[in-house]
């Protein structure tokens, strides 16, 4: 279940409370019964390390793609031998 930050617009009081997303966002201050808003905050989803797309897989990709295309095959060097 998401966790959401409210901030009361009469007290200042901040706070987080845990819910269903389909539930309703809270209305009132659990402190001063003030209206709330729900605020926007930053998700605690991090990419770090090796291994993602951007920093490992394009490169090593192409790298490989280069060297095959650079090197001719053991095949091709028997036939241009054998001539």
């Avoid at 409370?17 to 659990?30: A, F, L, N, V, Y």
């Amino acid at each position: 279940m998401p966790i959401y930050d409210y901030k009361c617009k009469k007290c200042g009081y901040r706070f987080e409370k845990t819910q269903k997303i389909t539930e309703s966002p809270i209305r009132r201050c659990p402190k001063c019964r003030g209206p709330v808003s729900r605020l926007l905050s930053p998700t605690a989803f991090i990419l770090k390390g090796s291994g993602w797309y951007a920093t490992d897989y394009a490169r090593k990709g192409k790298e490989k793609k280069i060297e095959k295309e650079d090197k001719p095959s053991a095949a091709k060097e028997e036939k241009k031998e054998k001539k």
